[in-house]
């Protein structure tokens, strides 16, 4: 089974059951190669889960994920990230032990060519990688204006901070679909307008897609060029920031009267 021509994810009749409890239903997404894609619906509507299934947190029980082509179902969560989708959690999970600096560290493992021979006798290879990797992370960092903390243990920042560190950690991954989930949680309104900046510059600047869970109604109709809701595990509705704005079928599901 093909994936569509410009598509770099498509979800085909996906679903997963738990028990007797179907948490996702026939679901069919396709997200373009440069799409800023947004999922919302009620708590237990099923969000996580599909983020879940197409990093194989979870292996769906029916329909396929395909990656780029590739039917990717099956494959462990290190080879899904090391094949270019890179994601954060709903709970952050940075190294506490770590500074941010090394939390980022962490995640260019894979992308390390050097063996434990040039490690060991520090040869020219290693000292050429090693500078390649700090001047990637501090790109980063600079875009999202962390160099000042860089040496900071990651769990002793601002909540906001903790949040685009691991945002960083993600894109530093090199990939090409960045799965965000609920980006915004804990940031005040000052946060939350930057982290829109910030999500449209790294669509921009990277060339990727990006798919993101969000609760904040404001983040996700101010960035998303298309809108997929979920309804217990269903797609209720699909569609531009406009169109879902004014769908029935979501404001009764979810949205409810501000939406009116």
Do not use: W
Not at 92 to 108: A, D, G, H, M
Request: hydrophobic share 45%; glycine share 8%.
């Amino acid at each position: 089974m093909n994936s569509a021509p410009g598509n770099i994810l498509e979800l085909k009749a996906c679903g997963i059951n738990f028990g007797g409890l179907t948490a996702v239903s026939a679901l069919e997404v396709a997200i373009g190669r440069r799409d800023l894609l947004g999922m919302i619906g009620p708590n237990g509507a099923g969000k996580t889960t599909v983020f879940n299934m197409i990093t194989g947190v979870y292996q769906p029980t029916k329909g396929s994920v395909l990656f780029d082509g590739r039917n990717i179902v099956g494959l462990k969560p290190y080879q899904i990230a090391g094949l270019g989708i890179g994601r954060t959690f709903q709970n952050i999970r940075l190294f506490p032990s770590l500074t941010v600096y090394e939390n980022i560290q962490v995640s260019l493992v894979k992308t390390l060519r050097h063996g434990f021979s040039h490690s060991t006798l520090q040869l020219p290879r290693f000292h050429e990688e090693e500078r390649a990797v700090r001047a990637s992370i501090v790109e980063l960092l600079e875009i999202f204006n962390l160099t000042h903390v860089m040496n900071e243990r990651a769990t002793s920042l601002p909540y906001g901070d903790q949040r685009r560190t691991e945002i960083v950690r993600a894109l530093a991954t090199k990939p090409q679909l960045l799965l965000l989930d609920e980006p915004a949680a804990g940031m005040n309104a000052t946060e939350k307008v930057e982290l829109m900046r910030l999500i449209r510059l790294v669509k921009e600047r990277f060339d990727i897609a990006i798919l993101l869970i969000e609760h904040d109604m404001k983040v996700v109709m101010g960035i998303c060029e298309r809108i997929i809701v979920l309804d217990y595990g269903i797609k209720i509705a699909e569609g531009p920031p406009e169109a879902i704005r004014n769908n029935l079928s979501v404001i009764e599901a979810y949205l409810g009267e501000q939406a009116a």
